[in-house]
């Protein structure tokens, strides 16, 4: 028997505005409006907006929340400020990645985590399994809020001051966090984002998801798909789950021991101390084709290495990916040859980000 995908409360708009529509992470998904190039080049140069409430949120509150996630997140919950925003993984004992996410602290004793849609029931699972381990004798709680919440984001140059001119007040500054009336609803205003853009992510009502979408395409801003998304977040370097890390990768490898701190005691702290210390075989760099071709994941690398993320960038004008390479020939400007579907194309390692907004 076929799955019945979920739909988001935007599911009705996306179909009268002629998205495609497609299966995504148990959802049924808009994958493109207009076009990839032209949704791509409506974010870097002007603002568009992703419905994005696929996504799952978990609060977690009480006087032993902080406990809780400091065992539960690799980065160090106890830096977030009131109104702050943190980029982290949820880890296995082992090591391996069981999902990334951002956790925003919203008041003294209460924070909400935005996890990604495949994982989000085995997430909440987690961390009911885990979090009072980590709270000891404090009291913690859980909410599952994923069906309270719908998340769009509106990323591009022009996105803030979009969104500003239909707001009750000022955004909060990036990575920043706060309550602002948008289009007339109270709006959770996240300044963070998957693009390598400025721009915001509002958490809403989501039975104000329409009233709030439909104002920010009445001021201009475009609406956007999820192929677009994924060719904006690469060439800014950001990973997808599933992709370019999973439960068999660890954060040294895939590159985010930035966001790993092994002092907090963590779930899967010793095997990422011992990566660290020990180094490991491969790790992921960025790359770009010197010839032409248009990379894909699971393309294989000639001399060892596999292609996590790949796509022709639209602003960039050539192929560009992920990949996992041995270590020692994982240094920009490194040369290497990638089987796309038969063919040998030369590659180099490329500086991250494969691009940088001048906004940022």
């Not at 009445?218 to 890390?245: F, K, Q, S, W």
């Not at 966001?259 to 779930?267: C, F, L, Q, S, Y």
Request: aromatic share 6%.
């Amino acid at each position: 028997m076929t799955a019945v995908l979920r739909r988001t409360p935007l599911h009705a708009r996306h179909a009268e505005l002629g998205a495609k529509l497609v299966p995504f992470a148990g959802w049924d998904m808009p994958v493109q409006y207009e076009g990839v190039r032209a949704e791509h080049d409506a974010v870097r140069t002007a603002s568009g907006v992703f419905d994005v409430s696929h996504m799952g949120q978990i609060v977690t509150k009480g006087p032993g929340a902080l406990a809780a996630l400091q065992h539960l997140t690799t980065n160090d919950v106890s830096k977030i400020a009131i109104g702050g925003a943190q980029y982290g993984m949820i880890l296995r004992p082992d090591g391996g990645i069981f999902d990334d996410i951002y956790t925003y602290r919203l008041a003294e004793d209460e924070y909400l985590t935005i996890t990604n849609a495949a994982n989000h029931g085995t997430d909440f699972t987690w961390f009911g399994h885990h979090a009072q381990a980590g709270a000891g004798d404090l009291e913690v709680e859980l909410v599952d809020a994923a069906d309270e919440y719908a998340l769009l984001a509106v990323q591009g140059p022009t996105a803030r001051s979009i969104v500003e001119s239909i707001s009750d007040g000022a955004l909060p500054a990036r990575f920043r966090v706060g309550r602002v009336p948008v289009a007339g609803k109270d709006v959770l205003v996240c300044g963070t984002g998957y693009t390598g853009e400025p721009g915001v992510e509002l958490l809403i009502d989501a039975a104000d998801a329409v009233v709030v979408f439909d104002a920010l395409l009445e001021a201009g801003v475009a609406p956007i798909g999820l192929a677009a998304r994924d060719t904006l977040r690469l060439e800014a370097c950001y990973h997808l789950y599933g992709n370019d890390m999973d439960a068999g990768r660890n954060p040294i490898e895939a590159g985010l021991g930035w966001a790993v701190k092994e002092a907090t005691g963590h779930i899967g702290h010793e095997a990422v101390a011992q990566a660290r210390a020990e180094s490991t075989a491969e790790v992921l760099v960025p790359f770009s084709l010197t010839e032409g071709g248009i990379p894909r994941g699971g393309n294989e690398i000639v001399g060892g290495g596999v292609v996590t993320s790949g796509t022709m960038s639209p602003t960039l004008g050539r192929g560009v990916g992920l990949a996992y390479l041995p270590r020692e020939r994982s240094t920009v400007g490194t040369a290497f040859t990638v089987d796309v579907r038969g063919k040998h194309r030369a590659a180099v390692v490329e500086p991250r980000p494969l691009y940088q907004s001048k906004e940022l």
